[in-house]
């Protein structure tokens, strides 16, 4: 029965594949054994179901931050743009608008030499625009692939949730079946 688990098919990122139960016979041998195998079932498809939450939040994380890389790399963009435009004037400072919350928006003056970046756990770092454009571009190009990556183990979990819950039906069902055979030769038995 352990050997059931242990495939040696996976998905590019090791997630194993569940197996497919053709014949219950193969995994019961005796019906006292179908307690242990069925809740052998129960718990591997409650490991895809974890698998599988933990995978749709980190698509949700990466939903977020991908537009806001993308909104970032923009504004970084632009002010390299303004800033080569800007060369021959003397004043390197451009007077930009930007939102202090949902309603509320002020001017400020910007130099156009440098920018700070969030890099997360409160940490900022000061990078040049060229610098800042080329971080962004990586971060946003990471986070497109684990997104993709995401979403096809996603999928994956989905296909294997599927057919684990086919076998816990297959095996309960088999059980049924035997129980009523028990019953039925045991109305015999007493006639």
Same mark, same amino acid.
């Given at each position: %029965? @352990?050997?059931?688990?242990?495939?040696?098919?996976? +998905?590019?990122?090791?997630?194993?594949?569940? *197996?497919?139960?053709?014949?219950?016979?193969?995994?019961?041998?005796? *019906?006292?054994?179908?307690?242990?195998?069925? +809740?052998?079932?129960?718990?591997?498809?409650?490991?895809?179901?974890? %698998?599988?939450?933990?995978?749709?939040?980190?698509?949700? #994380?990466? +939903?977020? !931050?991908? *537009?806001?890389?993308?909104?970032?790399?923009?504004? $970084?963009?632009? &002010? &390299?743009? #303004?800033?080569?435009?800007?060369?021959?004037?003397?004043?390197?400072?451009?007077? %930009?608008?930007?939102?202090?919350?949902?309603?509320?928006?002020?001017?400020?003056?910007?130099?156009?030499?440098?920018?700070?970046?969030?890099?997360?756990?409160?940490?900022?770092?000061?990078?040049?625009?060229? =610098?800042?454009? =080329?971080?962004? +571009?990586? !971060?946003?190009?990471?986070?497109?692939?684990?997104?993709?990556?995401? #979403?096809?183990?996603?999928?994956?979990? !989905?296909?294997?949730?599927?057919? %684990?819950?086919?076998? $816990?039906?297959?095996?309960?069902?088999?059980?049924?079946? #035997? !129980? @009523?055979?028990?019953?039925?030769?045991?109305?015999?038995?007493?006639?």
């Amino acid at each position: %029965m @352990s050997s059931l688990f242990n495939s040696t098919k996976t +998905n590019p990122r090791g997630i194993p594949e569940a *197996p497919f139960v053709e014949k219950v016979e193969d995994y019961i041998k005796k *019906p006292t054994d179908f307690e242990l195998v069925f +809740n052998q079932f129960q718990e591997h498809l409650s490991k895809y179901k974890f %698998m599988l939450e933990s995978k749709n939040s980190t698509i949700n #994380q990466l +939903n977020v !931050r991908i *537009p806001d890389i993308q909104n970032t790399l923009k504004i $970084c963009k632009s &002010l &390299l743009l #303004q800033k080569n435009e800007a060369e021959d004037d003397e004043n390197q400072e451009i007077e %930009m608008n930007y939102q202090l919350n949902d309603t509320l928006y002020t001017k400020a003056n910007v130099t156009t030499d440098k920018v700070g970046l969030w890099l997360g756990a409160d940490v900022m770092m000061e990078y040049t625009l060229d =610098e800042a454009i =080329e971080l962004l +571009n990586k !971060r946003l190009s990471d986070a497109n692939e684990s997104l993709t990556l995401a #979403q096809e183990d996603a999928e994956f979990l !989905r296909e294997n949730i599927t057919t %684990m819950e086919v076998n $816990c039906a297959r095996l309960y069902n088999w059980d049924v079946e #035997q !129980r @009523s055979k028990l019953r039925q030769v045991t109305k015999e038995l007493s006639i």
